[in-house]
């Protein structure tokens, strides 16, 4: 069936190929600034190449003061908390971590971190206070309050242990935090410090989200403040029946025996409570979330009444969702409220927001085959469909009630751009508020329409500005400009930006692509292409983005590589028929995309079509494994990074989404794993993993190891001791960049 596709498509070449020049290619100029070559060893140096690029934006709910946490001249990862002043657009250090005890992690707080993708030191998180007089700052397990009257920092009393998952009461009156899986209250007024639950501890969780609710779900926490600080709702999980997993962890001077409850799939997830703890009375009131438990609690939150609490209930194949809404005033069963319902799977979002002068919510679905934003009654009736159209919303930013706007980012205007849209809520016509072509996400104040646009492109590193509700921008907080004294800027003159253009898959759906030339580039000579790929779920690649991960194809492309990267079936912002292909099979559809784009680079008269490499990480270390040895003829090597060889060794939600029960579903498993396409592998491949991976387990690529060992394949690997999944650090990332060069330059030129 494939070779008959490509055959078919050969013949069409001009009709499949022929570049898109729509009003959605971003019109790109070639940067201006010094042409020394990019190093390697320059990528994770610091200062930052992207230049002053602050992380964990925030505006005080009182609109007067911007915060972020920012990086150091010297070590780009030590992060010290700043402000600027709204009014007069003063900036300074408002907190410098060296004031704080910073000190080892929990094992508990490094997995959670690593599961936020959260990287650094010094200050980490903070939380303001709803009336902006305070702001609570957790740090190596102890808590510490800023106040804004007197500019203090103080320790808080929170005891012995390690506090994790910490935050500020919506009235600011009381911290909570989670110690030795029990959760706890501390009143800021008196210092009393009290356990709202204690039979925490072995299998029992309380206010603790589990492995797969914060990897697969995006769900960090296990607790939720009632907003009128009456109540805590919290689950409380049992893991007992989840299989204990003692993995290897495996570092340069020993190995550490780690046992994990790891759920994979087909096998049992955690048992889930979901209780609403009384701050006066400590009394736990449990409410009923129905009569099947092998199910998934992906969201909880509030009524603006804090009588009434909601949450969403996942049915273990992800084929239904529903929200749900329990009266805290009765003992009733919670009501079904909204349902959402997929022959695939259904999507979790994070944009259910329940309006505070009307009885009314909004909530957002791909029912129609796109994301879009509904508002509904809270008995569930429709009122009206806010956003439609061919195109997807990323998330609702805000919600205006007595403006009568709902802010969204969303596609609207490119699926390759990210935009700030405004739709009324009583319907109308939808209103772009942001315009530099790019990426813009938007950070609002709490209690006003007026917001933070972080701004990037593939020319310019992140720059962050102060917007009003028309989307005028009244500040910079961070221009970012690459003028001579930015870190960028002697590299800059080699900079090369790339082409956009779309191509068909099989089923004649659009496939975007972007393909960057090598400096100095010869229509006339042929080049050798690294396909950087990552191909799964919930991603895309193919934007007008700023990215760190494009450092290195910069550096490929000083070394006379062209890097092509395509956003296969699969991908995110195209829709429910462009992403749910790959339903029950993986490996298939995405493979033969990626073989379409190699078909035409074979079709551009620059291109080495002999010499093709491909690359990725993760799903994209899947993805390499499988189109190297099932389309060993597109592609003559491969890099693949800690990728997923057998679907049935990763967890529960994510891989039961995409190929449903292993059981009934046993030959979508073998026909997804790269096992059985061992045989067809040739040479040409090198694998990298980190030996201390609790995401993809490092035992994914030791049977691959042992599989091609045993066919008597020759192949390359390095392996990382004490390396997680994200391969963090300056002296890895180093020796990973070097050791991949060196791959490419072997293969491909030589």
């Known amino acids: 069936m494939n070779k008959t596709w490509i055959s078919s498509a050969l013949m069409v070449l001009p009709m499949l190929f022929s570049q898109s020049a729509s009003a959605s290619q971003p019109a790109l100029k070639q940067p201006v600034g010094g042409t020394t070559p990019l190093t390697i060893e320059r990528i994770s140096a610091s200062p930052a190449l992207a230049g002053t690029s602050p992380r964990g934006l925030k505006l005080s709910p009182d609109g007067k003061r911007v915060t972020y946490l920012a990086g150091r001249d010297d070590d780009q990862y030590f992060y010290d908390l700043w402000q600027m002043d709204v009014a007069s657009g003063e900036q300074k250090v408002l907190i410098n971590a060296d004031d704080l005890k910073i000190a080892e992690l929990s094992d508990e ?106 990897e697969e779900m995006g769900r960090m926490t296990g607790y939720w403040w009632a907003p009128d600080e009456s109540a805590i709702a919290f689950t409380r999980i049992d893991e007992s029946g989840v299989e204990l997993v003692t993995r290897n962890e495996i570092y340069a001077d020993g190995i550490k025996l780690t046992e994990q409850r790891y759920p994979a799939a087909g096998q049992n997830n955690i048992t889930i409570e979901l209780g609403v703890v009384n701050i006066d009375n400590k009394q736990v009131k449990w409410i009923d979330i129905g009569k099947e438990k092998d199910i998934y609690l992906p969201r909880v939150k509030w009524l603006p009444n ?44 994070k944009d259910l927001r329940f309006l505070k002068k009307q009885p009314q919510l909004i909530w957002a679905s791909e029912r129609d085959g796109f994301n879009h934003l509904y508002l509904f009654d809270l008995q569930g009736r429709l009122i009206r469909q806010l956003t439609k159209g061919d195109w997807a919303v990323d998330q609702v930013e805000y919600v205006d009630e007595q403006g009568g706007y709902v802010y969204f980012t969303g596609r609207k ?49 992140p720059q962050i500005s102060l917007h009003d509700e028309n989307g005028q921008r009244l500040a910079w907080v961070e221009k970012n400009k690459l003028d001579d004294s930015h870190p960028l800027h002697p590299y800059f003159g080699l900079w090369q930006l790339p082409t956009f253009g779309e191509i068909k898959a099989e089923d004649g759906q659009t496939l975007q692509y972007r393909l960057f030339k090598p400096v100095d580039f010869d229509a006339k000579k ?47 912002h195209r829709g429910t028929r462009f992403e749910q292909v790959i339903y029950k099979h993986l490996g298939d559809a995405e493979v033969n995309d990626q073989k379409a784009g190699v078909d035409y680079l074979r079709s551009l008269a620059y291109v080495d079509g002999d010499n093709v490499a491909i690359y990725g990480h993760s799903y994209g270390g899947y993805m390499a494994l499988m189109s190297l040895f099932k389309a ?46 061992v045989k067809g592998y040739q040479s040409g491949l090198l694998m990298y993993h980190g030996m201390a991976d609790d995401n993809v387990l490092f035992e994914n690529s030791t049977r691959v190891y042992k599989a091609l060992q045993d066919e008597g394949k020759l192949f390359q690997m390095i392996d990382y001791p004490g390396s997680k999944h994200s ?16 791959f490419l330059e072997k293969q491909l030129k030589r």
């Open 109 to 214: 707080e490094k997995a959670r971190r690593e599961r936020q993708r959260i990287y650094g030191q010094g200050i980490m998180e903070y939380f303001w206070s709803e009336d902006s007089q305070a702001i609570l700052i957790p740090a190596s397990g102890a808590l510490y309050y800023y106040s804004v009257a007197d500019g203090k920092v103080t320790q808080l009393p929170t005891g012995e242990g390690f506090t994790t998952d910490a935050r500020l009461s919506p009235k600011g009156h009381f911290v909570s935090f989670v110690r030795d899986q029990n959760l706890y209250l501390l009143n800021i007024k008196t210092s009393a410090l009290t356990a709202l639950t204690t039979d925490g501890g072995g299998a029992i969780k309380n206010g603790m989200a589990e492995f797969v609710a914060q």
């Open 306 to 349: 804090s009588k009434q609490l909601s949450f969403q209930w996942q049915s273990r194949d992800q084929h239904q969702l529903d929200l749900r809404i329990a009266d805290l005033r009765n003992q009733e069963t919670a009501d079904v409220v909204i349902q959402e319902r997929s022959d695939a799977w259904v999507n979790l979002n």
């Open 413 to 461: 205007a490119s699926v390759i751009e990210k935009h700030l849209f405004r739709v009324p809520l009583k319907g109308g016509k939808i209103e772009q508020l942001s315009q530099r072509s790019g990426m813009h996400d938007a950070v609002f104040a709490d209690n006003q329409p007026i917001y933070l646009d972080y701004f990037n492109s593939l020319a310019q590193p």
């Open 526 to 572: 042929q080049y050798p292409v690294v396909v950087r790929v990552y191909g799964g779920p919930h991603a895309q690649l193919v934007v007008n983005s700023w990215s760190s991960h494009d450092y290195f194809t910069q550096y490929l492309l000083q070394q006379g590589f062209i890097v092509f990267q395509l956003d296969n079936r699969g991908s995110a």
């Open 632 to 677: 060993p003829t597109h592609f003559k090597a491969a890099i693949s990074g800690a990728p997923v060889t057998d679907w049935a060794l990763y967890d529960t939600h994510y891989t039961e989404r995409y190929l449903s029960d292993p059981v009934s579903n046993a030959k979508g498993y073998e026909a997804s794993s790269v096992f059985p396409y």
């Open 727 to 742: 391969m963090r650090g300056e002296k890895v990332q180093n020796h990973l960049y070097l050791s991949l060069a060196d």
